[in-house]
């Protein structure tokens, strides 16, 4: 799903001219909610969006509906990622975020349009505020690419997932080969055993913008399938899954298996929104959210940002649809809202 707006560039300007207003000869800006690929995280009073863009797009808000832009992680594109990606341009894909020990954990994307030879990158902060003095990615280079992630498996979109236990995992892969678990090491934030790494195969086509939460004792898995990245004509939709083991057979209501390409629809589109994928959740309280782009009708095809609260329904599946007998959905391992003490 990150073969997208960089290829589609002047596609994408023109579609979304309709929702913006300029003075002649000037040249319309998309939308500042306009993101491919998102995640959130909330520090103090603000949220962080991160998604794929030029050195990792970043845009702000206090409120989950009015965003600035925060400009990008990377100022300038990294050495190493054009020396083990060639074709790289800097536009880095489908950031994961996450907290903990301290600091702020990125894991990113390093690939090229329709270029299957891919690696995900990893980089930390101790804060996503710009003002704080303190502000400064410190980028860890390669955590796994296309030479030892996986036999034909694209290795972008990752997510972080630390468990209960302490045990750290990254999940990551797309439609091309499939997804992948491995373990990380808790410390370095690394692969536990770069020399071998252990890797567990989740599907073997299926989907891509793998996420996981966990909630009473299942781990869910979400992934994105569809067309992308073609506006109105967008088919982007999120599927789900579940099991007792971090390692699967992750299966889906009808007790399938993801192995075999078999899930469950979670989120489809409609005539309003076609497209909509390529997930995230961020927790607040006593809600879990769900964090997605949408292809959108009304802003001419745009990918536009949407953040919506989950539930859980009495057969123990997480639902979009709040009913009499659903109850909010709190996933279990998530840290998203940091308030340091001064």
């Known amino acids: 799903m990150k073969r997208l707006m960089f290829a589609l560039t002047a596609m994408t300007v023109v579609a979304i001219s309709v929702a913006q207003t300029t003075t002649q000869g000037q040249r319309p800006q998309r939308p500042v909610n306009s993101v491919h690929d998102p995640v959130m995280i909330k520090e103090g009073n603000t949220y962080y969006v991160l998604g794929t863009g030029r050195g990792v797009s970043i845009i702000t808000s206090t409120n989950r509906t009015d965003w600035t832009r925060a400009g990008s992680a990377f100022a300038q594109p990294l050495a190493w990622w054009k020396q083990d990606i060639p074709k790289q341009d800097g536009s880095?894909?489908?950031?994961?975020?996450?907290?903990?020990?301290?600091?702020?954990?990125?894991?990113?994307?390093?690939?090229?349009?329709?270029?299957?030879?891919?690696?995900?990158?990893?980089a930390t902060n101790t804060t996503l505020d710009p003002k704080d003095?303190?502000?400064?990615?410190?980028?860890?280079?390669?955590?796994?690419?296309?030479?030892?992630g996986g036999e034909g498996v694209?290795?972008?979109?990752?997510?972080?997932?630390?468990d209960s236990d302490g045990r750290v995992w990254l999940f990551y892969g797309s439609?091309?080969?499939?997804?992948?678990?491995?373990?990380?090491?808790?410390?370095?934030?690394m692969l536990k055993n770069p020399e071998n790494p252990e890797i567990t195969v989740l599907t073997d086509h299926l989907g891509e913008g793998v996420f996981v939460i966990k909630v009473n004792g299942y781990y869910y898995i979400f992934a994105s399938e569809g067309k992308c990245c073609a506006g109105i004509e967008s088919t982007y939709h999120v599927v789900m899954g579940r099991s007792k083991d971090i390692k699967g057979p992750y299966l889906n209501k009808k007790g399938e298996s993801w192995v075999e390409s078999n899930s469950t629809m979670f989120l489809e589109g409609n005539y309003e929104e076609p497209g909509r994928g390529h997930n995230g959740f961020f927790t607040e309280r006593d809600t879990t959210f769900i964090v997605y782009h949408a292809y959108t009708r009304s802003a001419g095809g745009a990918s536009l940002l949407n953040i919506k609260p989950m539930?859980?329904?009495?057969?123990?599946?997480?639902?979009?649809?709040?009913?009499?007998?659903?109850?909010?959905?709190?996933?279990?391992?998530?840290?998203t809202v940091i308030n340091k003490k001064k």
């Open 92 to 122: 880095i894909w489908a950031p994961d975020i996450s907290y903990r020990d301290g600091k702020f954990h990125m894991y990113y994307s390093v690939s090229a349009w329709m270029d299957f030879n891919s690696s995900i990158g990893y």
């Open 133 to 148: 003095p303190n502000y400064k990615w410190v980028d860890h280079g390669k955590v796994i690419d296309f030479r030892n």
């Open 154 to 162: 694209n290795c972008i979109d990752p997510n972080l997932f630390v």
């Open 175 to 189: 439609y091309k080969a499939g997804l992948r678990l491995v373990e990380l090491n808790a410390e370095t934030g």
């Open 311 to 335: 539930y859980m329904d009495e057969e123990g599946w997480p639902t979009l649809t709040p009913t009499a007998t659903t109850k909010v959905l709190v996933a279990e391992n998530q840290q």
